[in-house]
């Protein structure tokens, strides 16, 4: 029977980080702990490649997480993913990195939570999950971008938890996690991480020039 040898990339936020599963089960794993860990994704995964002793070309499925994030990350990560599987004939799929955060928390206790990221000029990405009895996680809801003083408000009137870098739970997504919840298969030329807003440097140029920043 041919195993499933699946690995999991995330550098949507904070630390990045790679995992190694087969069958389901992990065999090995790493976080970047240092500023500008997108850049040494390619050679951590080539690491938990070698700690688990199994070549890329074994790799039937690459999972990456998808965004919302940090721009610089999102296109690392999502550029190495795609590499990975046409070089080895894997499916790629694509994982929300908001439930990445909670999925991150095993010891997370049953119930919703409100997951945020930085998302910029006084707001944070949210998106609420659900841990179930089984350990697995599920998604409630879209990814909203919220200013953070209602996210807030949206937690006390819910009475959830508030998991992500800035509060309560402090946690990062973390490819580890990636199994616990919904992974989608996607197009490995087509595909595009959820970036969740433009980016900085766009918006100011649309706001120095008054009119859409020209496309390709």
Do not use: N
């Not at 994704?41 to 199994?54: E, S």
């Not at 879209?142 to 200013?147: K, M, P």
């Amino acid at each position: 029977m041919t195993c499933r040898v699946q690995i999991a990339i995330d550098a949507s936020a904070g630390p990045a980080s790679v995992a190694l599963f087969v069958d389901d089960v992990l065999q090995a794993s790493r976080r970047i702990e240092r500023q500008g860990s997108a850049e040494l994704l390619a050679p951590t995964i080539a690491d938990v490649l070698a700690a688990a002793g199994i070549p890329a070309r074994e790799l039937t499925d690459v999972i990456v997480g998808g965004g919302p994030g940090s721009f610089t990350g999102l296109r690392v990560a999502a550029a190495l993913g795609k590499g990975l599987a046409r070089g080895s004939g894997a499916r790629l799929h694509a994982v929300p990195s908001l439930p990445l955060i909670a999925a991150a928390h095993p010891d997370a206790s049953v119930g919703t939570y409100l997951t945020v990221l930085d998302a910029l000029r006084g707001e944070w990405f949210v998106q609420a999950v659900t841990k179930h009895r089984d350990g697995s996680w599920s998604v409630d809801a879209a990814v909203e971008r919220l200013a953070v003083a209602l996210v807030h408000d949206r937690a006390r009137t819910h009475a959830f938890t508030i998991v992500g870098p800035p509060i309560d739970i402090v946690q990062q997504p973390d490819a580890s996690g990636a199994l616990r919840i919904g992974i989608v298969e996607v197009s490995r030329d087509a595909w595009e991480p959820d970036y969740g807003r433009l980016a900085e440097a766009q918006v100011q140029w649309e706001t120095a020039h008054a009119r859409p920043l020209p496309t390709a």
